[in-house]
Protein backbone atom coordinates (compact mmCIF):
# COMPACT_ATOMS: atom_id res chain seq x y z
CA UNK A 1 0.00 0.00 0.00
CA UNK A 2 1.65 3.35 -1.33
CA UNK A 3 1.97 5.98 1.11
CA UNK A 4 -1.08 8.15 -0.31
CA UNK A 5 -3.21 5.46 -0.01
CA UNK A 6 -2.36 5.83 3.63
CA UNK A 7 -3.00 9.08 4.21
CA UNK A 8 -6.80 9.18 2.62
CA UNK A 9 -7.19 5.81 5.08
CA UNK A 10 -6.42 8.22 7.55
CA UNK A 11 -8.33 11.21 6.53
CA UNK A 12 -11.57 8.84 6.03
CA UNK A 13 -11.08 7.58 9.61
CA UNK A 14 -10.84 10.65 11.12
CA UNK A 15 -13.65 12.32 9.41
CA UNK A 16 -15.79 9.23 9.88
CA UNK A 17 -14.93 9.39 13.78
CA UNK A 18 -15.47 13.23 14.33
CA UNK A 19 -18.75 13.50 12.22
CA UNK A 20 -20.43 11.52 15.13
CA UNK A 21 -19.09 13.64 18.00
CA UNK A 22 -19.93 16.96 15.91
CA UNK A 23 -23.40 15.58 15.66
CA UNK A 24 -23.56 14.39 19.65
CA UNK A 25 -22.14 17.69 20.07
CA UNK A 26 -24.68 19.50 17.95
CA UNK A 27 -27.46 17.34 19.90
CA UNK A 28 -26.81 18.01 23.09
CA UNK A 29 -26.61 21.68 22.54
CA UNK A 30 -30.33 21.85 20.65
CA UNK A 31 -31.95 19.18 23.38
CA UNK A 32 -30.42 21.06 26.42
CA UNK A 33 -32.90 22.68 28.90
CA UNK A 34 -34.03 26.46 27.87
CA UNK A 35 -32.30 29.13 30.17
CA UNK A 36 -35.04 30.33 32.51
CA UNK A 37 -35.58 33.87 31.96
CA UNK A 38 -35.64 36.57 35.44
CA UNK A 39 -38.76 36.77 36.77
CA UNK A 40 -40.53 39.57 36.42
CA UNK A 41 -42.19 40.94 39.90
CA UNK A 42 -45.09 43.29 39.41
CA UNK A 43 -45.34 43.69 43.46
CA UNK A 44 -44.34 42.39 46.10
CA UNK A 45 -46.16 41.47 49.65
CA UNK A 46 -44.46 41.04 52.92
CA UNK A 47 -45.91 39.67 56.28
CA UNK A 48 -43.76 39.64 59.26
CA UNK A 49 -42.40 41.35 62.25
CA UNK A 50 -39.39 44.37 62.48
CA UNK A 51 -37.60 42.82 61.05
CA UNK A 52 -38.98 43.61 57.78
CA UNK A 53 -41.34 46.17 59.19
CA UNK A 54 -41.08 49.34 56.79
CA UNK A 55 -43.41 51.46 59.05
CA UNK A 56 -46.66 49.17 60.29
CA UNK A 57 -45.86 49.70 64.23
CA UNK A 58 -44.95 53.52 63.42
CA UNK A 59 -48.26 53.94 61.93
CA UNK A 60 -50.68 52.17 64.34
CA UNK A 61 -48.97 53.51 67.71
CA UNK A 62 -45.88 56.00 68.73
CA UNK A 63 -43.95 56.34 65.52
CA UNK A 64 -40.48 55.28 65.55
CA UNK A 65 -38.03 58.31 66.09
CA UNK A 66 -34.39 59.54 65.54
CA UNK A 67 -31.76 58.46 65.37
CA UNK A 68 -33.22 55.60 63.62
CA UNK A 69 -33.37 55.87 59.73
CA UNK A 70 -30.42 57.89 59.74
CA UNK A 71 -27.54 56.60 57.92
CA UNK A 72 -29.81 55.44 54.17
CA UNK A 73 -33.18 58.14 54.88
CA UNK A 74 -31.43 60.40 56.48
CA UNK A 75 -34.63 60.75 58.82
CA UNK A 76 -36.88 58.09 60.78
CA UNK A 77 -38.31 55.97 58.25
CA UNK A 78 -40.24 53.41 60.28
CA UNK A 79 -38.07 50.98 60.47
CA UNK A 80 -35.87 49.43 63.34
CA UNK A 81 -32.29 50.13 62.41
CA UNK A 82 -30.17 52.60 60.79
CA UNK A 83 -31.01 52.41 57.38
CA UNK A 84 -32.38 49.43 55.42
CA UNK A 85 -33.82 46.35 55.93
CA UNK A 86 -33.32 42.79 54.00
CA UNK A 87 -37.05 43.39 52.27
CA UNK A 88 -35.74 47.06 51.24
CA UNK A 89 -32.53 45.05 49.40
CA UNK A 90 -35.21 42.92 47.94
CA UNK A 91 -36.84 45.40 46.70
CA UNK A 92 -33.46 46.68 44.60
CA UNK A 93 -33.02 43.57 43.35
CA UNK A 94 -36.07 42.46 41.99
CA UNK A 95 -36.27 46.25 40.85
CA UNK A 96 -39.43 47.46 42.49
CA UNK A 97 -39.82 50.62 45.00
CA UNK A 98 -39.67 50.09 49.10
CA UNK A 99 -43.07 48.93 50.15
CA UNK A 100 -45.51 50.84 52.31
CA UNK A 101 -46.90 50.18 55.05
CA UNK A 102 -50.29 48.84 54.89
CA UNK A 103 -50.98 50.71 58.00
CA UNK A 104 -49.66 53.76 57.26
CA UNK A 105 -52.63 56.30 55.78
CA UNK A 106 -50.77 58.53 54.41
CA UNK A 107 -48.31 59.17 51.17
CA UNK A 108 -48.21 55.58 50.62
CA UNK A 109 -48.55 53.96 47.05
CA UNK A 110 -49.38 50.24 46.65
CA UNK A 111 -48.98 49.67 43.30
CA UNK A 112 -46.28 47.93 43.36
CA UNK A 113 -47.30 45.91 46.70
CA UNK A 114 -47.80 46.73 50.33
CA UNK A 115 -45.97 45.46 53.77
CA UNK A 116 -48.17 44.03 56.53
CA UNK A 117 -45.43 43.24 58.75
CA UNK A 118 -45.22 45.36 62.39
CA UNK A 119 -42.62 45.31 64.59
CA UNK A 120 -43.36 42.92 67.67
CA UNK A 121 -46.01 40.56 65.58
CA UNK A 122 -45.98 36.83 65.92
CA UNK A 123 -46.81 33.67 64.12
CA UNK A 124 -49.64 33.07 66.93
CA UNK A 125 -51.57 35.49 68.33
CA UNK A 126 -50.73 36.28 72.17
CA UNK A 127 -52.48 37.04 75.30
CA UNK A 128 -50.75 40.23 75.71
CA UNK A 129 -50.85 44.19 74.60
CA UNK A 130 -47.90 45.65 73.21
CA UNK A 131 -47.80 47.85 76.69
CA UNK A 132 -46.92 45.33 78.11
CA UNK A 133 -43.80 43.44 76.31
CA UNK A 134 -44.20 45.07 72.46
CA UNK A 135 -46.07 42.35 71.41
CA UNK A 136 -47.94 43.63 68.62
CA UNK A 137 -51.63 43.10 67.76
CA UNK A 138 -51.01 42.09 64.52
CA UNK A 139 -50.23 38.44 64.44
CA UNK A 140 -50.02 36.75 61.23
CA UNK A 141 -53.76 35.66 61.08
CA UNK A 142 -54.07 39.54 61.23
CA UNK A 143 -52.49 40.26 58.69
CA UNK A 144 -53.63 37.96 56.47
CA UNK A 145 -57.23 39.27 57.02
CA UNK A 146 -55.52 42.57 56.41
CA UNK A 147 -54.16 41.24 52.94
CA UNK A 148 -57.44 39.76 51.76
CA UNK A 149 -59.34 42.94 52.61
CA UNK A 150 -56.74 45.03 50.67
CA UNK A 151 -57.28 42.71 47.73
CA UNK A 152 -60.86 42.75 47.94
CA UNK A 153 -60.98 46.65 48.56
CA UNK A 154 -58.14 47.25 46.09
CA UNK A 155 -60.34 45.81 43.10
CA UNK A 156 -64.01 48.16 44.28
CA UNK A 157 -62.10 50.67 44.08
CA UNK A 158 -60.18 50.33 41.06
CA UNK A 159 -63.52 50.03 39.28
CA UNK A 160 -64.86 53.01 40.88
CA UNK A 161 -62.16 55.12 40.29
CA UNK A 162 -62.43 56.69 36.35
CA UNK A 163 -59.36 59.35 36.74
CA UNK A 164 -56.04 57.45 36.29
CA UNK A 165 -54.43 59.56 38.85
CA UNK A 166 -56.46 57.93 41.33
CA UNK A 167 -55.64 54.18 39.67
CA UNK A 168 -52.13 54.70 39.63
CA UNK A 169 -51.89 53.57 43.67
CA UNK A 170 -53.78 51.00 43.15
CA UNK A 171 -52.42 47.32 42.81
CA UNK A 172 -54.19 45.76 39.24
CA UNK A 173 -55.74 42.46 40.09
CA UNK A 174 -54.04 40.04 37.33
CA UNK A 175 -50.67 41.12 39.55
CA UNK A 176 -51.07 39.09 42.33
CA UNK A 177 -50.68 36.23 41.13
CA UNK A 178 -47.54 37.19 39.42
CA UNK A 179 -46.27 39.09 42.48
CA UNK A 180 -43.59 37.79 45.08
CA UNK A 181 -44.46 36.78 48.75
CA UNK A 182 -42.41 37.21 51.52
CA UNK A 183 -42.40 36.24 54.86
CA UNK A 184 -39.93 36.95 57.97
CA UNK A 185 -41.89 36.08 61.17
CA UNK A 186 -40.98 33.80 63.89
CA UNK A 187 -38.83 35.67 66.08
CA UNK A 188 -41.35 37.00 68.93
CA UNK A 189 -43.39 33.64 69.28
CA UNK A 190 -39.64 31.96 70.43
CA UNK A 191 -39.69 35.43 72.96
CA UNK A 192 -42.92 35.31 74.09
CA UNK A 193 -41.52 30.84 75.00
CA UNK A 194 -38.51 32.09 76.57
CA UNK A 195 -40.46 34.59 78.70
CA UNK A 196 -43.40 32.50 79.17
CA UNK A 197 -42.57 28.77 79.41
CA UNK A 198 -40.04 25.73 79.97
CA UNK A 199 -37.80 24.41 77.11
CA UNK A 200 -39.84 21.45 76.57
CA UNK A 201 -43.27 23.69 76.53
CA UNK A 202 -41.69 25.97 74.39
CA UNK A 203 -40.41 22.72 71.99
CA UNK A 204 -43.75 21.23 72.09
CA UNK A 205 -45.57 24.36 70.79
CA UNK A 206 -43.12 24.63 67.54
CA UNK A 207 -45.36 22.42 65.32
CA UNK A 208 -48.21 24.42 66.21
CA UNK A 209 -46.36 27.84 65.41
CA UNK A 210 -45.22 26.51 62.29
CA UNK A 211 -48.91 25.03 61.08
CA UNK A 212 -50.16 28.63 61.38
CA UNK A 213 -47.34 30.14 59.02
CA UNK A 214 -48.22 26.86 56.35
CA UNK A 215 -51.94 28.16 56.73
CA UNK A 216 -51.29 31.63 55.56
CA UNK A 217 -49.55 30.58 52.84
CA UNK A 218 -52.05 28.46 51.85
CA UNK A 219 -54.45 31.23 51.92
CA UNK A 220 -52.92 33.18 49.87
CA UNK A 221 -52.37 30.30 47.45
CA UNK A 222 -56.25 29.97 47.22
CA UNK A 223 -55.80 33.98 46.68
CA UNK A 224 -54.03 33.26 43.74
CA UNK A 225 -50.30 33.44 44.98
CA UNK A 226 -47.42 31.35 43.21
CA UNK A 227 -44.31 32.26 44.22
CA UNK A 228 -43.37 32.13 48.40
CA UNK A 229 -39.90 33.58 49.34
CA UNK A 230 -39.85 32.13 53.34
CA UNK A 231 -37.10 33.66 55.80
CA UNK A 232 -36.61 31.08 59.10
CA UNK A 233 -35.79 32.60 61.75
CA UNK A 234 -32.19 33.89 62.90
CA UNK A 235 -29.66 32.85 65.81
CA UNK A 236 -31.88 34.39 68.91
CA UNK A 237 -29.32 33.75 71.24
CA UNK A 238 -27.30 36.04 69.40
CA UNK A 239 -29.00 39.18 69.77
CA UNK A 240 -27.27 41.23 73.08
CA UNK A 241 -29.79 42.22 74.51
CA UNK A 242 -29.97 38.39 75.79
CA UNK A 243 -26.87 39.47 77.81
CA UNK A 244 -27.92 42.76 79.21
CA UNK A 245 -28.74 40.87 82.64
CA UNK A 246 -27.18 37.96 82.11
CA UNK A 247 -24.55 38.39 84.93
CA UNK A 248 -21.56 35.85 84.53
CA UNK A 249 -23.27 32.83 82.61
CA UNK A 250 -22.56 29.48 83.91
CA UNK A 251 -19.92 26.49 82.30
CA UNK A 252 -21.02 26.06 78.49
CA UNK A 253 -24.22 28.43 78.77
CA UNK A 254 -22.56 30.55 75.95
CA UNK A 255 -21.64 29.24 72.28
CA UNK A 256 -17.54 29.35 70.87
CA UNK A 257 -19.40 32.98 69.40
CA UNK A 258 -20.74 34.38 72.95
CA UNK A 259 -24.40 33.37 71.66
CA UNK A 260 -27.15 31.68 74.57
CA UNK A 261 -26.44 28.14 73.16
CA UNK A 262 -29.96 27.12 74.42
CA UNK A 263 -32.03 29.77 72.46
CA UNK A 264 -29.86 28.85 69.23
CA UNK A 265 -30.64 25.59 69.28
CA UNK A 266 -34.38 26.45 69.91
CA UNK A 267 -34.56 28.90 66.57
CA UNK A 268 -32.46 25.55 64.97
CA UNK A 269 -35.37 23.60 66.14
CA UNK A 270 -38.32 25.86 64.47
CA UNK A 271 -35.77 26.19 61.49
CA UNK A 272 -36.36 22.78 61.30
CA UNK A 273 -39.87 22.10 61.97
CA UNK A 274 -40.23 25.27 59.12
CA UNK A 275 -38.04 23.26 56.56
CA UNK A 276 -40.43 20.57 56.93
CA UNK A 277 -43.72 22.53 56.59
CA UNK A 278 -41.85 23.75 53.34
CA UNK A 279 -41.47 20.71 51.98
CA UNK A 280 -44.68 19.82 52.39
CA UNK A 281 -46.53 22.87 50.99
CA UNK A 282 -44.45 22.06 48.06
CA UNK A 283 -46.43 18.68 47.12
CA UNK A 284 -49.34 20.24 48.73
CA UNK A 285 -49.77 23.54 46.43
CA UNK A 286 -48.60 22.15 42.76
CA UNK A 287 -48.42 25.01 40.90
CA UNK A 288 -46.52 26.85 43.90
CA UNK A 289 -42.92 28.02 43.97
CA UNK A 290 -41.65 27.93 47.72
CA UNK A 291 -38.12 29.03 48.25
CA UNK A 292 -36.87 28.17 52.18
CA UNK A 293 -34.23 31.19 53.01
CA UNK A 294 -31.65 30.39 55.44
CA UNK A 295 -31.60 33.93 57.09
CA UNK A 296 -29.67 31.79 60.05
CA UNK A 297 -26.93 30.88 58.77
CA UNK A 298 -26.31 34.31 56.99
CA UNK A 299 -26.45 36.05 60.40
CA UNK A 300 -24.85 33.30 62.39
CA UNK A 301 -21.57 34.14 60.18
CA UNK A 302 -21.23 37.81 61.16
CA UNK A 303 -21.25 36.42 64.79
CA UNK A 304 -18.87 33.73 64.19
CA UNK A 305 -16.34 35.45 61.81
CA UNK A 306 -17.14 38.93 62.14
CA UNK A 307 -13.24 40.48 61.22
CA UNK A 308 -13.18 38.34 58.25
CA UNK A 309 -16.49 40.44 56.88
CA UNK A 310 -15.82 43.81 58.21
CA UNK A 311 -17.12 44.12 61.35
CA UNK A 312 -16.17 44.54 64.83
CA UNK A 313 -17.29 42.97 67.78
CA UNK A 314 -20.73 41.71 66.75
CA UNK A 315 -21.97 41.45 70.29
CA UNK A 316 -21.16 45.04 71.12
CA UNK A 317 -24.39 47.44 70.82
CA UNK A 318 -24.28 50.39 68.14
CA UNK A 319 -26.76 52.67 69.45
CA UNK A 320 -27.71 53.29 72.83
CA UNK A 321 -25.55 53.30 76.39
CA UNK A 322 -25.03 50.12 77.49
CA UNK A 323 -22.40 49.47 80.43
CA UNK A 324 -22.86 46.94 83.37
CA UNK A 325 -26.30 47.04 84.63
CA UNK A 326 -27.14 50.36 83.38
CA UNK A 327 -28.99 50.65 79.77
CA UNK A 328 -30.11 53.78 78.35
CA UNK A 329 -31.74 52.63 75.08
CA UNK A 330 -31.32 53.80 71.62
CA UNK A 331 -33.04 57.54 70.93
CA UNK A 332 -34.05 57.70 74.51
CA UNK A 333 -32.80 59.48 77.85
CA UNK A 334 -31.99 58.12 80.93
CA UNK A 335 -29.68 58.79 84.22
CA UNK A 336 -26.68 57.01 85.25
CA UNK A 337 -24.83 58.10 88.59
CA UNK A 338 -27.32 61.30 88.88
CA UNK A 339 -26.23 62.05 85.39
CA UNK A 340 -28.44 62.30 82.19
CA UNK A 341 -27.30 59.56 79.48
CA UNK A 342 -28.69 59.64 75.69
CA UNK A 343 -28.58 56.67 73.92
CA UNK A 344 -26.40 57.60 71.35
CA UNK A 345 -25.17 55.85 67.92
CA UNK A 346 -22.23 54.34 67.31
CA UNK A 347 -19.37 56.44 65.07
CA UNK A 348 -19.42 53.59 62.16
CA UNK A 349 -22.96 51.75 62.26
CA UNK A 350 -21.57 50.26 59.10
CA UNK A 351 -18.75 48.20 61.37
CA UNK A 352 -21.69 47.05 63.93
CA UNK A 353 -23.44 43.98 63.28
CA UNK A 354 -26.55 45.37 66.09
CA UNK A 355 -27.89 48.30 66.23
CA UNK A 356 -30.23 48.77 69.35
CA UNK A 357 -29.45 45.41 70.54
CA UNK A 358 -32.61 43.72 69.23
CA UNK A 359 -32.44 44.72 65.79
CA UNK A 360 -29.38 44.67 62.68
CA UNK A 361 -27.96 47.41 61.61
CA UNK A 362 -28.44 48.47 57.65
CA UNK A 363 -24.92 46.64 57.13
CA UNK A 364 -26.07 43.40 58.86
CA UNK A 365 -29.78 43.24 56.64
CA UNK A 366 -26.94 44.08 53.32
CA UNK A 367 -25.11 40.87 54.52
CA UNK A 368 -28.34 38.89 54.79
CA UNK A 369 -29.34 39.95 51.42
CA UNK A 370 -26.04 39.58 49.63
CA UNK A 371 -26.03 35.79 51.08
CA UNK A 372 -29.48 35.02 50.17
CA UNK A 373 -30.80 36.63 47.38
CA UNK A 374 -28.24 34.97 45.37
CA UNK A 375 -29.46 31.44 46.08
CA UNK A 376 -26.07 30.75 48.57
CA UNK A 377 -28.38 29.76 50.88
CA UNK A 378 -32.23 29.32 49.58
CA UNK A 379 -33.47 25.76 48.98
CA UNK A 380 -34.17 25.12 46.38
CA UNK A 381 -30.65 27.10 45.71
CA UNK A 382 -31.44 29.91 43.12
CA UNK A 383 -31.81 33.32 43.00
CA UNK A 384 -34.34 35.64 44.08
CA UNK A 385 -34.81 36.80 40.12
CA UNK A 386 -35.44 33.17 39.60
CA UNK A 387 -37.70 32.16 42.20
CA UNK A 388 -40.65 32.34 40.47
CA UNK A 389 -40.20 28.76 38.67
CA UNK A 390 -40.93 26.00 40.23
CA UNK A 391 -38.27 23.85 40.69
Request: proline share 5%.
Amino acid sequence: MTMKSDLERARLMLSSAVFPCFLLCFLTVTTAAPVQRTCTFPAIYNFGDSNSDTGGISAAFEPIRAPYGQGFFHKPAGRDADGRLTIDFIAERVGLPYLSAYLNSLGSNFRHGANFATGGSTIRRQNETIFQYGISPFSLDMQIAQFNQFKARSAELFSQFKIRSEREKLPRQEEFAKALYTFDIGQNDLSVGFRTMSVDQLKATIPDIVSHLASAVRNIYQQGGRTFWIHNTGPFGCLPVNMFYMGTPAPGYLDKSGCVKAQNEMAMEFNRKLKEAVINLRKELTKAAITYVDVYSAKYEMMSNPKKLGFANPLKVCCGYHEKYDHVWCGTKGKVNNTEIYGAPCSNPATSVSWDGVHYTEAANKHVADRTLSGLLTDPPVPITRACYRQ
